[in-house]
């Protein structure tokens, strides 16, 4: 097959679970041989990396390309026997007359945290939503659990859902714990550290964290500082105390996850939630909120309810009663041994080969 799949992710401000999920399902594509891979990339810059893809650089800005994704398959090669969306952005048409079109829809969070987007943020996943149920032949892979259902109460037929399973695993080698030393060390970090890792924005309610985090401390200095890594987001957070170091490289961040004390991740809402099973994945112990579907159901984290600061920093001590030899950090990686990039690309293989 020729695959063409929308790279823009990759450009955007706050790139967050979504370019996770590109790279990782275009790198688990090629690893299978699935066919020609063609990325769409708009004029911003774009690291792709050690990305086995063809780029196509369309010569448009990635806000303007995104507008016109909504009408036309700017930059859609005519020989693409499917063309894959992976986000909202689209394109959702172009290729040949008989070319399978699909979109990933990763969650409905604009309707469940309302406030923590932009007016025109909401506007823009409602109109692109509208615009997908109309579109009959374009089919609709979902990643969060419940997400179908919701779907289907939204209008879309069920026989469009195709249900893909993310992953955690990637070929990326964790950064030295020297290398991890020396970058907390710049940030004046010396010893144990509790790691938040995600976008900075309200709705991942970071500023509940850090007030938990503090508290929960004072019994148990172990923990350490609250070190926070990612990008800024949309709307102001304050941290108190936290150590924010802001983005890494995919070895660091690998590389603080091996190395942190407890990983925290506690969003009031969240799609799936891929930092605390990549955390896992490195054996990590793990603190995280009720309301993330990925470490739900996983007895290996101390869940809290994200709204009861007096619940996360009783999961935070709770989580250093765990042990951290190395046959506790072996189940937690065994805790997530099956999500995988692979399965996630047969998940697409399945849902474009069906009829």
Not at 89 to 117: K, Y
Not at 173 to 185: D, E, G, Y
Request: one cysteine or more; hydrophobic letters at 40%; aromatic letters at 4%.
């Amino acid at each position: 097959m020729n695959i063409t799949v929308s790279l823009d992710q990759l450009s955007r401000p706050q790139p967050g679970g979504i370019a996770t999920y590109v790279r990782g399902l275009v790198a688990a594509l090629a690893s299978l041989e699935a066919g020609d891979l063609v990325g769409l990339t708009p004029s911003d810059p774009v690291d792709l990396g050690a990305l086995a893809i063809t780029p196509r650089r369309i010569g448009l800005p990635v806000g303007v390309l995104t507008r016109l994704w909504s009408r036309w398959p700017v930059g859609v090669p005519s020989g693409s026997d499917v063309v894959h969306a992976t986000s909202l952005a689209g394109p959702f048409g172009g290729g040949r007359s008989a070319a399978v079109h699909s979109v990933a829809v990763h969650d409905l969070l604009w309707r469940d945290e309302p406030d923590a987007t932009t007016a025109h943020g909401r506007r823009f996943h409602e109109g692109r939503l509208r615009l997908i149920r109309r579109r009959s032949d374009v089919r609709v892979f979902t990643s969060s659990p419940g997400l179908d259902d919701r779907l289907v109460d939204d209008g879309f037929d069920r026989s469009r859902l195709h249900r893909i399973h993310l992953g955690v695993d990637d070929d990326t080698t964790p950064a030295a714990p020297a290398a991890v030393a020396r970058l907390l060390a710049d940030a004046g970090v010396e010893g144990p550290f509790t790691l938040y890792a995600g976008t900075r924005e309200p709705r991942k309610n970071i500023e509940r964290l850090a007030r938990a985090h503090a508290q929960a401390r004072v019994a148990a200095p172990e923990l350490g500082p609250l070190v926070i890594v990612g990008p800024s987001g949309w709307g102001s957070v304050t941290l108190d105390d936290a150590v924010v170091i802001g983005r890494v490289t995919r070895e660091l961040l690998r590389g603080l996850y091996r190395d942190a004390t407890v990983v925290a991740y506690v969003p009031r809402n969240e799609g799936w939630g891929l930092p605390p099973v990549e955390a896992l994945a490195q054996g990590s112990r793990v603190v995280s909120s009720t309301t993330t579907p990925s470490v739900r159901a996983n007895a290996e984290v101390d869940l809290a309810d994200p709204l009861d600061v007096d619940a996360i920093a009783d999961a935070l001590r709770r989580s250093l009663e765990r042990p951290d030899t190395p046959e506790a950090r072996a189940r937690r990686r065994a805790s997530v041994a099956e999500l995988t990039w692979r399965q996630c690309a047969l998940d697409h293989l399945a849902g474009w080969r069906c009829e």
